[in-house]
């Protein structure tokens, strides 16, 4: 069964940047490589912010990037703004026509 | 506007069963795989079921497998969480979601609907 194993907390000051981490099991992305990130503040629904590990959806502002080393992907998000301040999850598919979810990291801007 | 709109959730007691709707706008679901995530109160997100955009592929994560079945109206454009066998584990808020292309990730997401479920 895949994981995917984020850290809880993340933070950095406005300016900074930051990154995620997103580790998997059983070569999730490497056999796959379609990995996912989702912003969530609190009350709202999830919003794409990276798809197919590095690929940013129209919108989305280009301080937010993803890539890919081995078996984790990172999302950095640069020049941090207080609106980041939000939890993040990947996502990765894993095979056998299922997908999975990390367990969500918190950023705080400080 | 693209968008999804769930509804159907409710308080219900536990081994009965409740159906969830999505309804979808402005694109047809013939043309998406269309998922269904869902959020337990102060956890995180858990993947639970696909159907295909051909309406006959679908897959249900293990910890919902024999409980849970999606379907699709294509007249409605529509498509169904049928939930069974209902546990106090399965309260969450019910999001579904649209496939980006096969196998990616999720670009369009409901409001979404809670499912309580409580003796």
């Known amino acids: 069964q895949s994981v995917l194993t984020q850290p809880p907390s993340a933070s950095g000051s406005p300016g900074q940047s930051v990154t995620i981490s997103c580790s998997g099991t059983n070569g999730d992305f490497a056999d796959y490589k379609y990995v996912s990130w989702y912003q969530q503040h609190p009350g709202k629904a999830p919003k794409v912010m990276i798809y197919e590990v590095s690929e940013r959806p129209s919108g989305v502002p280009d301080r937010f990037s993803g890539s890919l080393s081995g078996n984790t992907a990172s999302l950095t998000v640069s020049g941090l703004q207080a609106e980041d301040e939000a939890e993040y999850y990947c996502?990765?598919?894993?095979?056998?026509?299922?997908?999975?979810f990390g367990g969500g990291t918190k950023l705080t801007v400080l | 506007q693209v968008q999804v709109v769930e509804s159907g959730g409710g308080v219900v007691q536990p081994g009965t069963s409740l159906r969830l709707s999505c309804v979808a706008s402005a694109f047809p679901l013939r043309t998406s795989g269309m998922h269904w995530v869902r959020q337990a109160p102060g956890k995180g997100l858990e993947w639970l079921s696909v159907l295909g955009a051909d309406g006959v592929q679908n897959e249900c994560a293990d910890s919902v497998k024999g409980r849970f079945t999606v379907s699709r109206d294509n007249s409605k454009n529509t498509v169904y969480l049928e939930m069974n066998s209902l546990r106090v584990e399965d309260t969450a808020i019910y999001y579904c979601?649209?496939?980006?292309?096969?196998?990616?990730?999720?670009?369009?997401w409901g409001q979404g609907t809670m499912v309580t479920v409580s003796s």
């Open positions: 996502s990765s598919y894993a095979g056998g026509n299922k997908w999975v």
């Open positions: 979601a649209r496939e980006i292309s096969a196998f990616n990730g999720f670009d369009i």
